[in-house]
C-alpha cells in the first residue's frame, strides 16, 4: 500500500471514530429558496466543511432544499434564517430515529431478501450464488477496482444471441440504498419470474447490472456515514470524494456542480478523474453498439428524467419519442401503487446538472433512449425509505422497465 493509501486510510478512521455512526439530536429541515441572497448564501453553507448536510443541491431561486443540522450547529441556523428571512419547515428534531426504522431486526441465519437492505459483501455474495445457479443465462465479471480497491461488477443476463441491450447502473450515489435494493429484486425476477411480460422482456433482451456503482461510497454508509453521498477519494486533509453523477465526460462542470472538494456536488479536478466512472463509462462503452436503451437509476422524489441537465441545454433530437416512452412507464407504474412519477429533462423537472450518466450515455455514447429514475418517496422519508418500501418499489420499477420496452417498441426502437 502506498503512503499516500495509507494516510487516507488513517483519515478514514480519524474521521470514523470522530463522527460515529449516530444523527442523534441531528434536525432536518426544508428550506424555500426565495432569493438570489439566499441562493448565494446556501451554496456557500453547501459547499464548505460544517455540521450542516444538504440532502439537495440549491440550485436555484424558487425552489426548496433539505438539510440535516448537527446539534452544535443549531443556533447559527436560527441566526440565519432570521438574518436572512429564509423560511423553513422542521421535518424531524431526530434523525436517528428515522435511520433507526429504516431497517427490522434481522437474524444472520435469515439470507438475502428483500425485506431489508444488504451490504455490499452480501449483494456480491448473492450474484455469486445466482450465477452459480444460472449458469447457462447469467455471468458476472469485474469493470475494474475502485480506489479503495474494491471490484465494481457488472451481471449479464443473456438468454440468446443476437439480442439488443439494456444497461442499468444504480447506487453512484452511496445514500441511495433503495436503487441497488431494487435491481437485484428485479434481477431475480428477470431469472425466475413466471409472469409473461417479465419472462418476454428477460429473454428478448441482454441486460447489463451493475447493482453498485459506488462501492467504496455506499461500504461507508453502511460503516460510518448513512447519509454520504459521494466516492472515497481524498482531496485534502478534510474533505473526500467526488460527486461521480457529475463526473462524467459530457458538458462536464457546466452547470450544477461545485467545484469546491467539500461540498456533495463535486464535480472532480477533470472528467472522469473518479476511477469508479472510468470504469463504468469504459464498460458501457464497450457495449454501447448494441444498447438501446440506458437506465441511471437514483432516489428520491419519483421522476423520469431525459437528458439534457446542463445549463442552456437544448432539447434531445428525440425529445417527443422520449417523452412519450417515460410517459408510458409512468402511467404504468401509478397504475400499480397511485404513486406519481413526472416526466421531463433533468433541467426542467429537478435541477440544473451537468457531468451526469444519462446526458453521457445519451450523447457521447450515443444510447437513443436514456432515463434517469429517482425511485420513492417526495419527502417523507427522503434516502431513508424504510425496508417494508423496497419490494413495492421494486414492482412498481419493474411495471415501468415493461412498459419502457413496450412503447419503445411501438416507436421502432427495440
Known amino acids: 500500500m502506498t503512503n499516500g493509501r495509507l494516510l487516507a486510510l488513517a483519515l478514514t478512521c480519524l474521521v470514523a471514530a470522530v463522527r460515529g455512526l449516530s444523527y442523534e439530536n441531528y434536525a432536518a429541515y426544508r428550506i424555500a429558496i426565495e432569493t438570489s441572497e439566499q441562493l448565494a448564501l446556501l451554496q456557500s453553507l453547501e459547499s464548505a466543511r460544517n455540521g450542516f448536510t444538504f440532502l439537495d443541491y440549491p440550485g436555484q431561486v ?22 436572512h428571512k429564509l423560511q423553513a419547515t ?22 438475502f431478501g428483500w425485506d431489508d437492505y444488504h451490504t455490499l459483501e452480501e ?17 458476472v465479471e469485474s469493470i475494474g477496482r475502485t480506489y479503495e480497491n474494491r471490484d465494481m461488477k457488472v451481471i449479464k443476463l443473456s438468454y440468446g444471441s443476437g439480442n439488443q441491450g439494456i444497461f442499468v447502473e444504480a447506487n453512484i450515489h452511496a445514500r441511495e440504498w433503495i436503487t441497488s435494493a431494487t435491481v437485484t429484486w428485479i434481477l431475480n425476477e428477470l431469472l425466475t419470474s413466471e409472469d409473461p411480460r417479465v419472462r418476454y422482456i428477460a429473454e428478448n433482451y441482454d441486460w447489463y447490472i451493475v447493482p453498485v456503482s459506488n462501492p467504496d461510497g455506499f461500504e ?20 473526500y470524494g467526488t460527486d461521480p453523477n457529475r463526473n462524467f465526460n459530457f458538458q462536464w462542470n457546466n452547470g450544477g456542480t461545485s467545484t469546491t472538494p467539500c461540498s456533495d456536488t463535486y464535480s472532480g479536478p477533470y472528467p472522469e478523474s473518479e476511477v469508479e466512472v472510468a470504469n463504468l463509462s469504459n464498460c458501457i462503452r464497450s457495449v454501447a453498439g448494441n444498447i438501446r436503451l440506458f437506465l441511471s437509476i437514483h432516489s428520491r422524489g419519483q421522476l423520469i428524467l431525459l437528458p439534457f441537465g446542463y445549463n442552456d441545454a437544448p432539447r434531445p433530437y428525440n425529445y417527443q ?43 457521447a455514447a450515443g444510447i437513443p433512449l436514456s432515463y434517469t429514475f429517482e425511485l420513492r418517496d417526495q419527502g417523507e422519508f427522503g434516502f431513508i425509505l424504510p425496508a417494508d418500501q423496497i419490494v413495492p418499489n421494486a ?7 415493461v412498459g419502457l420496452i413496450d412503447e419503445a417498441k411501438v416507436l421502432g426502437y427495440m
Not at 67 to 75: G, M, Q, T, Y
Not at 123 to 139: C, E, K, T
Not at 328 to 357: C, F
Open 90 to 111: 422542521l421535518l424531524t428534531d431526530n434523525l436517528q430515529k428515522i435511520i433507526d426504522q429504516e431497517r427490522p431486526a434481522r437474524r444472520k441465519d435469515e439470507g
Open 123 to 139: 449483494i456480491y455474495a448473492w450474484i455469486d450464488v445466482m450465477v452459480a445457479q444460472h449458469p447457462s443465462v447469467l455471468s
Open 220 to 239: 461507508y454508509t453502511h460503516t460510518t456515514d448513512r447519509l454520504w453521498r459521494k466516492t472515497r477519494t481524498p482531496h485534502n486533509l478534510l474533505c
Open 321 to 363: 419519442d422520449l417523452l412519450q416512452v417515460g410517459r408510458r412507464a409512468s402511467v404504468d407504474m401509478y397504475q400499480l401503487y397511485e404513486k406519481p412519477y413526472r416526466v421531463g429533462t433533468t433541467a426542467d423537472v429537478l435541477y440544473i446538472a451537468s457531468g451526469i450518466a444519462v446526458d453521457w450515455a445519451f450523447a
Open 395 to 401: 414492482e412498481e420499477l419493474l411495471e415501468a422497465f
Open 62 to 83: 424558487n425552489q426548496s432544499v433539505e438539510v440535516v443540522i448537527a446539534p452544535s450547529d443549531a443556533k447559527l441556523l436560527v441566526d440565519l434564517l432570521r438574518t
